[in-house]
């Protein structure tokens, strides 16, 4: 097996020579310190504060969700809210404007009213397409829906309650 030797390549004098050293050598940094960078980060989850336009564009996109099943018009009291890498979870208070309770007999929830743990809304989110997009959603559930359902593994650690 023949091994490559610098006597073999060929070796060009004076300034050209040097310059194509030189470039080589700069390649081989490159390449060399690429292969040590760190992954790129995560977004840490964060809740969107008050008044912002990405609070106001999720809770947008859940809107129309909950007033096609608990009737209008509905303003939320959010529980929990976080975001990340383009995802975010909400659990959300659903009441009339002013603070009414939304009373589940009068909505299309009427025969499973008893079951249900009040009107509590839980959504997950992805922000594809330029706007927010509900990619799952539960009203009134009973349990911590979420856990062990292979979606959620797709999601940035820390962006559900539990």
Known sequence: MAFLS???????????????????AQAALVALSCAFLPPALAQAPHE????????????DAVRPLAEARLGTP??????????????AFVSLAPQRPGGAAIDLRQTVFASEAEYMDGAQTYALLRYQFDRW???????????VFWQGDPLYRQVPAGLTPY
């Open 6 to 24: 610098l006597s073999t390549l060929p070796v060009r004098s004076g300034l050209a020579g040097l310059k194509r050293l030189q470039r080589i």
């Open 48 to 59: 969107p504060a008050r008044g912002t336009a990405e609070r106001k564009l999720i809770l």
């Open 74 to 87: 509905v303003e939320f009291v959010v529980s929990w809210m976080r975001s990340a890498d383009n995802w």
């Open 133 to 143: 997009n509900i990619i799952d959603f539960a009203v009134g559930p009973t349990d």
